[in-house]
């Protein structure tokens, strides 16, 4: 149990739509990245963020999109949907900003785009 | 740019016997950080053990081990008297010692079959 949780943990959307994702860390949990993992891939770094702030951004286009709480929740945003999106969506935490080493994963949510 | 290459999809060990995962990465940083993540069907990705570059001593937790070559920029896995619980997917990561984006660079991943 490593006190991240994720939500929804599936969810079906069509092509073109738009979608939430939801994590919520442990308290104190002050850095937060996302990660998309592809079928039978490794995760791919979306972004990070730290104190609210975006610290770093992976090879993905600006219709994907976070926000970060001050109550250590956060958020993923998709627009406009395309069907390479399908992916297991990871949630990831750490305390102590961004340096410090050991990540925190959700369970993840599975996203189907049709 | 940092990648990481693990050459085996997947690999099958004997109830208590041997297994090392193999993990090769490049890179021309100085300072880095090497994890293995064990990821079981439920999903949730579990830290297994961390390296860090700058020490020479190979890291030990319980029955995993591993063997870090930085010449050769390989960082294995062993684990030892393996169990049924230890079925998995494991991810080799990296991840930059400076500063910037500590973002992980993830491998695709070895399945590991305990066989009863």
């Known amino acids: 149990e490593t006190g991240v949780t994720q939500s929804p943990t599936h969810l079906i959307k069509t092509r073109g739509q738009q979608v939430t994702l939801r994590c919520s860390s442990q308290s104190g949990h002050n850095t937060v990245s996302w990660y998309q993992q592809a079928l039978g891939q490794g995760p791919q770094f979306i972004f990070q963020?730290?104190?609210?702030?975006?610290?770093g951004r992976g090879n993905f286009p600006p219709r994907f999109s976070g926000l970060q709480f001050p109550n250590y929740s956060s958020e993923l945003n998709v627009n406009a949907l395309e069907l390479d999106d399908s992916a297991l969506y990871l949630c990831?935490?750490?305390?102590?900003?961004?340096?410090?080493?050991?990540?925190?994963f959700g369970e993840g949510s599975r996203l189907t785009v049709l | 740019a940092q990648t990481v290459t693990q050459s085996q999809p997947e690999m099958s060990v004997q109830e208590a016997e041997t297994v090392t995962l193999s993990c090769t990465y490049d890179t021309s940083e100085s300072d880095y950080y090497l994890f293995w993540y064990k990821q079981p069907p439920s999903r949730q990705m579990i830290l297994v053990i961390r390296q860090e570059a700058y020490k020479q001593q190979n890291a030990t937790e319980n029955r995993f081990s591993v063997n870090f070559q930085k010449a050769a920029k390989s960082f294995s896995l062993k684990i030892s008297d393996s169990q049924l619980g230890d079925a998995a997917m494991y991810f080799c990561a990296y991840r930059t010692g400076t500063s910037g984006t500590y973002k992980y660079i993830f491998g695709t991943g070895t399945r590991l079959k305990v066989l009863a």
């Open positions: 990831a935490s750490s305390l102590g900003g961004p340096a410090t080493g050991e990540l925190f």
């Open positions: 963020y730290y104190r609210e702030e975006e610290n």
